[in-house]
Protein backbone atom coordinates (compact mmCIF):
# COMPACT_ATOMS: atom_id res chain seq x y z
CA UNK A 1 0.00 0.00 0.00
CA UNK A 2 1.30 3.43 -1.13
CA UNK A 3 0.47 5.93 2.08
CA UNK A 4 1.52 8.52 0.07
CA UNK A 5 -1.71 8.02 -1.84
CA UNK A 6 -4.07 8.28 0.88
CA UNK A 7 -2.88 12.09 1.44
CA UNK A 8 -0.19 14.61 0.60
CA UNK A 9 2.20 14.78 2.95
CA UNK A 10 3.63 18.09 4.61
CA UNK A 11 6.84 19.28 3.71
CA UNK A 12 9.72 20.52 5.90
CA UNK A 13 9.26 24.45 4.49
CA UNK A 14 7.22 26.13 1.49
CA UNK A 15 7.92 29.43 0.13
CA UNK A 16 5.42 32.61 1.10
CA UNK A 17 5.61 33.67 -2.40
CA UNK A 18 4.43 30.40 -3.17
CA UNK A 19 1.65 30.36 -1.07
CA UNK A 20 0.55 33.25 -2.86
CA UNK A 21 0.40 32.10 -6.18
CA UNK A 22 -1.55 28.75 -4.87
CA UNK A 23 -3.94 30.91 -3.23
CA UNK A 24 -4.40 33.51 -6.21
CA UNK A 25 -5.29 30.75 -8.72
CA UNK A 26 -7.37 27.51 -9.31
CA UNK A 27 -4.47 25.30 -8.06
CA UNK A 28 -6.35 26.09 -4.53
CA UNK A 29 -8.42 22.96 -5.60
CA UNK A 30 -5.76 21.00 -7.86
CA UNK A 31 -5.55 18.53 -5.07
CA UNK A 32 -8.89 18.00 -3.13
CA UNK A 33 -9.57 14.42 -2.84
CA UNK A 34 -12.93 12.67 -1.35
CA UNK A 35 -11.07 12.13 1.76
CA UNK A 36 -10.95 16.05 2.56
CA UNK A 37 -14.65 15.56 3.57
CA UNK A 38 -13.27 13.65 6.61
CA UNK A 39 -12.70 17.09 8.31
CA UNK A 40 -16.61 18.00 8.00
CA UNK A 41 -17.03 14.35 9.45
CA UNK A 42 -14.48 14.76 12.57
CA UNK A 43 -16.12 18.62 12.93
CA UNK A 44 -19.52 17.84 12.92
CA UNK A 45 -19.70 14.35 15.21
CA UNK A 46 -17.93 16.82 17.90
CA UNK A 47 -21.18 19.23 17.81
CA UNK A 48 -23.81 16.10 17.75
CA UNK A 49 -21.51 14.47 20.30
CA UNK A 50 -21.63 17.41 22.57
CA UNK A 51 -25.69 17.64 21.60
CA UNK A 52 -26.22 14.20 23.12
CA UNK A 53 -24.13 13.70 26.32
CA UNK A 54 -25.74 12.35 29.12
CA UNK A 55 -25.06 15.65 30.72
CA UNK A 56 -23.63 18.39 30.43
CA UNK A 57 -25.10 18.64 27.15
CA UNK A 58 -27.17 22.24 27.73
CA UNK A 59 -23.92 24.02 28.65
CA UNK A 60 -22.29 22.77 25.84
CA UNK A 61 -25.58 23.88 23.40
CA UNK A 62 -23.93 27.13 22.27
CA UNK A 63 -20.71 25.86 21.54
CA UNK A 64 -21.92 23.05 20.14
CA UNK A 65 -24.14 24.95 17.63
CA UNK A 66 -21.03 27.22 16.85
CA UNK A 67 -18.90 23.99 15.78
CA UNK A 68 -22.31 22.18 14.00
CA UNK A 69 -21.90 25.70 11.75
CA UNK A 70 -18.32 25.56 11.00
CA UNK A 71 -18.86 22.04 10.05
CA UNK A 72 -21.60 23.39 7.78
CA UNK A 73 -19.58 25.85 6.55
CA UNK A 74 -16.73 23.48 5.67
CA UNK A 75 -19.32 21.08 3.66
CA UNK A 76 -20.30 23.78 1.52
CA UNK A 77 -16.86 24.80 0.49
CA UNK A 78 -15.91 21.40 -0.01
CA UNK A 79 -18.82 21.00 -2.21
CA UNK A 80 -17.72 23.95 -4.18
CA UNK A 81 -14.04 22.85 -4.48
CA UNK A 82 -14.94 19.52 -5.29
CA UNK A 83 -16.80 20.72 -8.12
CA UNK A 84 -14.47 23.45 -9.44
CA UNK A 85 -11.31 20.24 -9.14
CA UNK A 86 -13.41 18.38 -11.15
CA UNK A 87 -14.38 20.67 -13.97
CA UNK A 88 -10.64 22.09 -13.89
CA UNK A 89 -8.97 18.95 -13.42
CA UNK A 90 -11.06 15.74 -14.55
CA UNK A 91 -8.51 13.78 -14.95
CA UNK A 92 -6.92 14.22 -11.68
CA UNK A 93 -10.66 13.88 -10.42
CA UNK A 94 -11.25 9.98 -12.45
CA UNK A 95 -7.87 8.80 -11.33
CA UNK A 96 -9.60 8.68 -7.61
CA UNK A 97 -11.31 5.78 -8.18
CA UNK A 98 -9.01 4.18 -9.95
CA UNK A 99 -6.44 4.36 -7.20
CA UNK A 100 -6.93 1.35 -4.72
CA UNK A 101 -6.18 3.38 -1.27
CA UNK A 102 -8.28 6.71 -2.40
CA UNK A 103 -11.28 4.77 -3.98
CA UNK A 104 -11.94 3.55 -0.38
CA UNK A 105 -12.20 7.31 0.55
CA UNK A 106 -15.64 8.31 -1.63
CA UNK A 107 -17.45 6.93 1.29
CA UNK A 108 -16.49 10.52 3.11
CA UNK A 109 -18.71 12.68 1.23
CA UNK A 110 -22.14 11.31 2.26
CA UNK A 111 -20.96 10.78 5.93
CA UNK A 112 -20.04 14.49 5.73
CA UNK A 113 -23.65 14.67 4.84
CA UNK A 114 -25.37 12.89 6.66
CA UNK A 115 -23.36 14.48 9.67
CA UNK A 116 -23.97 18.26 9.12
CA UNK A 117 -27.69 16.69 8.48
CA UNK A 118 -27.85 15.16 12.25
CA UNK A 119 -26.39 18.29 13.61
CA UNK A 120 -28.96 20.61 11.94
CA UNK A 121 -31.93 18.68 13.70
CA UNK A 122 -29.77 18.36 16.44
CA UNK A 123 -28.67 21.93 16.85
CA UNK A 124 -29.55 24.03 13.89
CA UNK A 125 -33.48 24.39 15.02
CA UNK A 126 -32.24 26.94 17.08
CA UNK A 127 -30.94 28.81 14.43
CA UNK A 128 -33.49 28.81 11.93
CA UNK A 129 -36.31 27.16 13.20
CA UNK A 130 -37.58 23.16 13.60
CA UNK A 131 -39.75 23.35 10.27
CA UNK A 132 -36.35 24.31 7.73
CA UNK A 133 -34.30 22.29 9.93
CA UNK A 134 -36.40 19.14 9.31
CA UNK A 135 -36.57 20.03 5.73
CA UNK A 136 -32.49 20.82 5.11
CA UNK A 137 -32.32 17.04 7.13
CA UNK A 138 -34.18 15.61 5.31
CA UNK A 139 -32.95 16.59 2.11
CA UNK A 140 -29.35 16.16 3.50
CA UNK A 141 -30.63 12.24 4.78
CA UNK A 142 -31.59 11.83 1.72
CA UNK A 143 -28.56 12.47 -0.55
CA UNK A 144 -26.23 11.38 2.03
CA UNK A 145 -28.13 8.04 2.19
CA UNK A 146 -28.22 7.68 -1.96
CA UNK A 147 -24.39 8.37 -2.15
CA UNK A 148 -23.78 5.88 0.97
CA UNK A 149 -25.63 2.89 -0.79
CA UNK A 150 -23.74 3.98 -4.01
CA UNK A 151 -20.65 3.92 -2.16
CA UNK A 152 -21.29 0.78 -0.19
CA UNK A 153 -21.85 -0.95 -3.97
CA UNK A 154 -19.89 0.64 -6.22
CA UNK A 155 -16.23 0.49 -4.15
CA UNK A 156 -16.36 -3.12 -3.43
CA UNK A 157 -16.96 -3.86 -6.92
CA UNK A 158 -13.80 -1.68 -8.27
CA UNK A 159 -11.95 -3.68 -5.55
CA UNK A 160 -13.42 -7.25 -6.58
CA UNK A 161 -13.22 -6.24 -10.17
CA UNK A 162 -10.35 -3.62 -10.98
CA UNK A 163 -8.58 -2.52 -8.54
CA UNK A 164 -5.01 -4.15 -7.86
CA UNK A 165 -4.81 -5.36 -3.90
CA UNK A 166 -2.01 -6.94 -2.60
CA UNK A 167 -2.40 -9.64 0.62
CA UNK A 168 -1.30 -6.38 2.93
CA UNK A 169 -3.21 -4.25 1.20
CA UNK A 170 -6.13 -4.17 3.71
CA UNK A 171 -6.45 -1.25 6.14
CA UNK A 172 -8.86 0.82 7.87
CA UNK A 173 -9.97 2.81 5.04
CA UNK A 174 -11.39 -0.59 4.02
CA UNK A 175 -14.69 0.84 6.11
CA UNK A 176 -14.96 4.24 4.58
CA UNK A 177 -17.09 3.23 1.77
CA UNK A 178 -19.52 0.48 3.73
CA UNK A 179 -20.04 2.60 7.12
CA UNK A 180 -22.00 4.89 5.94
CA UNK A 181 -25.32 3.09 5.39
CA UNK A 182 -24.77 2.94 9.13
CA UNK A 183 -24.61 6.18 9.63
CA UNK A 184 -27.90 6.66 7.54
CA UNK A 185 -29.55 3.91 9.93
CA UNK A 186 -28.55 6.42 12.90
CA UNK A 187 -29.31 9.90 11.81
CA UNK A 188 -32.45 8.13 10.30
CA UNK A 189 -33.76 7.41 13.38
CA UNK A 190 -34.00 11.29 14.39
CA UNK A 191 -36.53 11.72 11.43
CA UNK A 192 -38.80 9.11 12.73
CA UNK A 193 -41.08 11.54 14.62
CA UNK A 194 -40.99 13.77 11.39
CA UNK A 195 -42.48 11.45 8.90
CA UNK A 196 -45.81 10.86 8.80
CA UNK A 197 -46.83 7.67 10.68
CA UNK A 198 -48.25 4.80 9.25
CA UNK A 199 -46.64 2.71 6.72
CA UNK A 200 -44.36 5.74 5.60
CA UNK A 201 -42.42 5.45 8.87
CA UNK A 202 -42.66 1.71 9.50
CA UNK A 203 -40.76 1.24 5.99
CA UNK A 204 -38.41 3.93 7.27
CA UNK A 205 -37.66 2.46 10.36
CA UNK A 206 -37.53 -1.44 8.81
CA UNK A 207 -34.93 0.28 5.49
CA UNK A 208 -32.85 1.48 8.73
CA UNK A 209 -32.84 -1.26 10.18
CA UNK A 210 -31.58 -2.60 7.06
CA UNK A 211 -29.06 -0.68 6.28
CA UNK A 212 -28.22 -1.54 10.17
CA UNK A 213 -27.70 -5.24 8.78
CA UNK A 214 -25.78 -4.18 5.46
CA UNK A 215 -23.13 -1.94 6.89
CA UNK A 216 -22.79 -4.82 10.29
CA UNK A 217 -22.04 -7.37 8.20
CA UNK A 218 -20.23 -5.73 5.45
CA UNK A 219 -18.11 -4.38 8.72
CA UNK A 220 -17.01 -7.29 10.34
CA UNK A 221 -16.06 -9.19 7.18
CA UNK A 222 -13.63 -6.03 6.96
CA UNK A 223 -12.32 -5.51 9.93
CA UNK A 224 -11.44 -9.36 10.26
CA UNK A 225 -9.57 -8.96 6.90
CA UNK A 226 -7.55 -5.55 9.04
CA UNK A 227 -7.32 -8.12 11.73
CA UNK A 228 -5.34 -10.94 9.35
CA UNK A 229 -3.58 -8.23 7.44
CA UNK A 230 -2.03 -7.33 10.95
CA UNK A 231 -0.92 -10.33 12.14
CA UNK A 232 0.63 -11.34 9.64
CA UNK A 233 2.16 -8.31 7.77
CA UNK A 234 2.08 -6.21 10.82
CA UNK A 235 1.53 -2.49 11.29
CA UNK A 236 2.83 -1.30 7.79
CA UNK A 237 3.13 2.47 6.61
CA UNK A 238 3.33 5.18 9.48
CA UNK A 239 0.92 7.13 7.41
CA UNK A 240 -1.90 4.75 7.39
CA UNK A 241 -1.56 3.69 11.40
CA UNK A 242 -4.43 6.64 12.03
CA UNK A 243 -6.52 4.26 10.25
CA UNK A 244 -6.71 2.03 12.34
CA UNK A 245 -9.27 4.37 14.44
CA UNK A 246 -11.56 4.18 11.76
CA UNK A 247 -12.67 0.29 12.66
CA UNK A 248 -14.67 2.04 15.69
CA UNK A 249 -16.77 3.64 13.05
CA UNK A 250 -18.82 1.00 12.74
CA UNK A 251 -18.59 -0.28 15.74
CA UNK A 252 -19.80 3.07 17.84
CA UNK A 253 -22.37 3.92 15.24
CA UNK A 254 -23.85 0.45 15.53
CA UNK A 255 -24.44 0.84 18.86
CA UNK A 256 -25.80 4.60 18.69
CA UNK A 257 -27.99 3.43 15.68
CA UNK A 258 -29.28 0.46 17.56
CA UNK A 259 -29.99 2.88 20.54
CA UNK A 260 -31.49 5.60 18.25
CA UNK A 261 -33.57 3.51 16.76
CA UNK A 262 -34.45 1.51 19.58
CA UNK A 263 -35.60 4.56 21.26
CA UNK A 264 -38.07 5.94 18.85
CA UNK A 265 -39.32 2.56 18.16
CA UNK A 266 -42.67 2.95 20.22
CA UNK A 267 -43.44 5.82 17.76
CA UNK A 268 -43.69 3.09 14.73
CA UNK A 269 -44.55 -0.39 16.74
CA UNK A 270 -46.63 -0.81 19.41
CA UNK A 271 -45.48 -3.18 22.37
CA UNK A 272 -44.23 -6.06 22.84
CA UNK A 273 -42.01 -5.05 19.68
CA UNK A 274 -41.29 -1.55 20.76
CA UNK A 275 -40.15 -3.08 23.94
CA UNK A 276 -38.17 -5.79 22.34
CA UNK A 277 -36.02 -3.41 19.68
CA UNK A 278 -35.28 -0.71 22.79
CA UNK A 279 -33.96 -3.74 24.73
CA UNK A 280 -31.77 -4.95 21.81
CA UNK A 281 -30.02 -1.55 22.04
CA UNK A 282 -29.00 -2.30 24.98
CA UNK A 283 -28.02 -6.23 24.35
CA UNK A 284 -26.48 -5.60 21.12
CA UNK A 285 -24.47 -2.20 22.64
CA UNK A 286 -22.80 -3.50 25.75
CA UNK A 287 -21.00 -5.91 24.11
CA UNK A 288 -20.18 -4.16 21.04
CA UNK A 289 -18.67 -1.76 23.21
CA UNK A 290 -16.87 -4.26 25.00
CA UNK A 291 -14.55 -4.86 21.36
CA UNK A 292 -14.25 -1.24 20.95
CA UNK A 293 -12.60 -0.72 23.97
CA UNK A 294 -10.58 -3.49 23.46
CA UNK A 295 -9.84 -2.13 19.62
CA UNK A 296 -9.21 1.36 21.35
CA UNK A 297 -6.85 0.15 23.44
CA UNK A 298 -4.52 -1.83 20.76
CA UNK A 299 -4.75 1.78 18.30
CA UNK A 300 -3.69 3.48 20.61
CA UNK A 301 -1.00 1.01 21.86
CA UNK A 302 -0.10 0.95 18.24
CA UNK A 303 -0.34 4.89 17.34
CA UNK A 304 1.53 5.76 20.47
CA UNK A 305 4.81 3.32 19.21
CA UNK A 306 4.50 4.65 15.74
CA UNK A 307 4.69 8.10 17.03
CA UNK A 308 8.06 7.41 19.09
CA UNK A 309 9.52 6.51 15.88
CA UNK A 310 7.32 8.89 13.34
CA UNK A 311 4.25 9.77 12.49
CA UNK A 312 4.13 13.09 10.22
CA UNK A 313 1.16 15.31 10.01
CA UNK A 314 -1.39 13.80 7.43
CA UNK A 315 -4.83 14.10 6.48
CA UNK A 316 -5.32 10.73 8.25
CA UNK A 317 -5.06 12.33 11.34
CA UNK A 318 -9.25 13.03 11.40
CA UNK A 319 -9.35 9.58 11.95
CA UNK A 320 -8.79 10.00 15.13
CA UNK A 321 -12.02 12.46 15.64
CA UNK A 322 -15.07 10.97 14.03
CA UNK A 323 -14.95 7.19 15.06
CA UNK A 324 -14.19 8.12 18.26
CA UNK A 325 -16.85 10.30 18.51
CA UNK A 326 -19.40 7.51 17.32
CA UNK A 327 -18.28 5.78 20.13
CA UNK A 328 -19.10 9.27 22.68
CA UNK A 329 -22.64 8.92 20.74
CA UNK A 330 -22.84 5.19 21.32
CA UNK A 331 -22.19 5.60 25.03
CA UNK A 332 -24.59 8.11 25.37
CA UNK A 333 -27.45 6.13 24.28
CA UNK A 334 -26.58 3.02 26.42
CA UNK A 335 -26.02 5.54 29.70
CA UNK A 336 -29.19 6.37 28.29
CA UNK A 337 -31.47 3.26 28.21
CA UNK A 338 -29.44 1.73 31.12
CA UNK A 339 -29.06 4.69 33.70
CA UNK A 340 -25.94 3.59 34.28
CA UNK A 341 -23.51 6.47 35.77
CA UNK A 342 -20.44 4.85 34.74
CA UNK A 343 -21.36 4.76 31.36
CA UNK A 344 -22.16 8.49 31.48
CA UNK A 345 -18.87 8.83 32.87
CA UNK A 346 -17.65 6.96 30.17
CA UNK A 347 -19.14 8.94 27.52
CA UNK A 348 -17.71 12.09 29.24
CA UNK A 349 -14.81 11.28 29.38
CA UNK A 350 -14.42 9.66 25.59
CA UNK A 351 -15.81 13.25 24.52
CA UNK A 352 -13.36 14.87 26.70
CA UNK A 353 -10.52 13.07 23.95
CA UNK A 354 -12.65 13.38 21.11
CA UNK A 355 -12.17 17.01 22.03
CA UNK A 356 -8.25 17.37 22.42
CA UNK A 357 -8.03 15.32 19.59
CA UNK A 358 -10.46 17.87 17.34
CA UNK A 359 -8.69 20.24 18.35
CA UNK A 360 -4.98 19.15 17.35
CA UNK A 361 -5.75 17.95 14.45
CA UNK A 362 -8.25 20.76 13.05
CA UNK A 363 -4.96 23.35 13.89
CA UNK A 364 -2.78 21.02 12.00
CA UNK A 365 -5.17 20.88 9.38
CA UNK A 366 -5.40 24.69 9.49
CA UNK A 367 -1.68 25.62 9.68
CA UNK A 368 -1.23 22.84 6.37
CA UNK A 369 -3.79 24.37 4.03
CA UNK A 370 -4.17 27.53 4.96
CA UNK A 371 -0.71 28.82 6.87
CA UNK A 372 1.91 26.76 4.68
CA UNK A 373 -0.46 25.51 1.74
CA UNK A 374 0.86 22.11 2.00
CA UNK A 375 -1.83 20.42 1.67
CA UNK A 376 -3.58 22.07 -0.86
CA UNK A 377 -0.64 22.50 -3.25
CA UNK A 378 0.04 19.97 -6.01
CA UNK A 379 1.55 16.83 -4.82
CA UNK A 380 4.55 17.45 -7.16
CA UNK A 381 5.16 21.17 -6.47
CA UNK A 382 5.32 19.94 -2.76
CA UNK A 383 7.89 17.75 -3.62
CA UNK A 384 10.22 20.07 -6.00
CA UNK A 385 10.03 22.40 -2.35
CA UNK A 386 10.34 19.47 -0.29
Not at 17 to 45: D, H, Y
Not at 52 to 74: G, Q
Not at 83 to 96: G, K, T
Not at 320 to 335: E, I, N, R, W, Y
Request: a positive charge; aromatic letters at 8%.
Amino acid sequence: MDAHTVVAASPRSLRQPFLRELTQSKQVVSNITPNWFASVMGTGIVANAAATLPVFAPALRIPATLVWMLAALLLVGLVAATAAHWIWYPQAARSHHRNPVMAHFYGAPPMALLTVGAGTLLLGKDVIGLPAAVMVDAALWGAGTLLGLFSAVAVPYLTFTRLVVADDSAFGGWLMPIVPPMVSAATGALLLPYIPAGQARLTMMLACYAMFGLSLVASVVVITLIWARLARHKVGASAAVPTLWIVLGPLGQSITAANLLGGNAHQVVQAPWATALQMFGVVYGVPVLGFALLWAALAAAITVRTARESLPFSLTWWSFTFPVGTCVTGLSGLALHTGSVVLQGMAVAAFAGLLAAWLIVAIRTFHGSVIRGTLLAPPSAVAARD
